[in-house]
C-alpha cells in the first residue's frame, strides 16, 4: 500500500477545519465541570452529613462508566424524549433541529464533573489542616481562610490533574464522530470518503489531535511554573507564606 503524502495534506485541511468543534467539545464540559465539580469538592472536603456520602458514590459510579457509554445514554436518551417533550411544551423544535454539539457537551461535562470533583477535593485536602486554626487565629472565619489562604495553595497541586483531564477530554471530544459532528476526526474522514483513503485520514486526525495536546501540555506548564513562582515570592514577602495572611500584624504561620 503506497502511502499517499498529497491526499495527507487535504485531509489535514479538512482536520484543522475542525478545530473549533474539537476545542468547544472538549473546554466547555471543563468549564461546566468546574463551576458544578467545585462545590461538590467543598462539600465532600468539609464531610458534609448525608450529601458527602451521596456525592462520593455518584462520583465514583460516574468515574467506572466508559465515556463512550455516557454520551451513547446520553444520546439515545434525548432521542427518544425530544421531540415527545417539545410537542408537550408545544415548542415547534425536532430532535433532526438539535445541535448534536449540544448533546456531547452535556456528556462530556457529566463525566468531566466527576473526574473534577474528585481533583479539587484531593488538591484541598493534600493542604494541612492546621492552616484553617492557623487562620483562625488572627481573626479570619473558615471560607475566609479557604479562599484566601488553602485554596491559593491548592491551585498548584491541582494543575498538572487539571491538565490531564483537558486532554482526555480532548481525545474523549472524538467520540462526537459517532453522533454526526464534524469534529477534527470527521472533517479528517469526510475528505476520504471519496477515495478511500481512510489510512490517511487517520493519520492526519491524529497529528492534530498530537498538536493540540502539546500545546495544551506547553500551556498548563507555563501557568504552572508562574502559578509556583507567585505563591514563592508572596512566602519570601510575607504575603502569602504557607498559610499566610496579609495583614496589618504581618502574621506569617507555617
Known amino acids: 500500500m503506497d502511502f499517499d503524502f498529497k491526499f495527507l495534506l487535504q485531509a489535514l485541511y479538512g482536520a484543522v477545519k475542525g478545530i473549533p468543534v474539537t476545542l468547544e467539545i472538549a473546554l466547555l464540559p471543563v468549564l461546566y465541570g468546574t463551576l458544578i465539580g467545585i462545590p461538590i469538592a467543598l462539600l465532600r472536603f468539609f464531610g458534609v452529613k448525608v450529601v458527602s456520602p451521596v456525592f462520593k458514590w455518584a462520583v465514583t459510579a460516574i468515574r467506572g462508566i466508559p465515556v463512550i457509554l455516557l454520551l451513547l445514554v446520553f444520546y439515545l436518551t434525548i432521542a427518544g424524549t425530544y421531540d415527545k417533550l417539545m410537542e408537550v411544551l408545544r415548542l415547534p423544535f425536532t430532535f433532526k433541529n438539535l445541535n448534536k454539539v449540544s448533546i456531547v457537551i452535556a456528556a462530556l461535562t457529566f463525566a468531566a464533573t466527576a473526574y473534577l470533583s474528585e481533583i479539587y477535593r484531593g488538591s484541598l485536602a493534600s493542604i494541612r489542616k492546621g492552616q484553617f486554626d492557623a487562620a483562625s487565629s488572627v481573626g479570619m472565619t473558615k471560607v475566609q481562610a ?109
Open 146 to 254: 479557604l479562599y484566601r489562604v488553602v485554596i491559593p495553595q491548592a491551585i498548584p497541586v491541582a494543575l498538572p490533574m487539571l491538565s490531564n483531564v483537558v486532554i482526555g477530554m480532548l481525545k474523549a471530544a472524538a467520540l462526537a464522530s459517532f453522533v454526526s459532528v464534524v469534529d477534527v476526526l470527521n472533517g479528517a474522514l469526510i475528505e476520504a470518503t471519496v477515495n478511500y483513503k481512510y489510512f490517511e485520514a487517520y493519520v492526519a486526525a491524529a497529528l492534530v489531535y498530537w498538536a493540540m495536546a502539546v500545546i495544551i501540555e506547553r500551556i498548563f506548564i507555563v501557568v504552572e511554573k508562574r502559578t509556583g513562582r507567585k505563591i514563592r515570592a508572596s512566602a519570601n514577602t510575607g504575603g502569602l507564606s504557607l498559610f499566610a495572611v496579609n495583614r496589618n500584624e504581618g502574621v506569617n504561620a507555617t
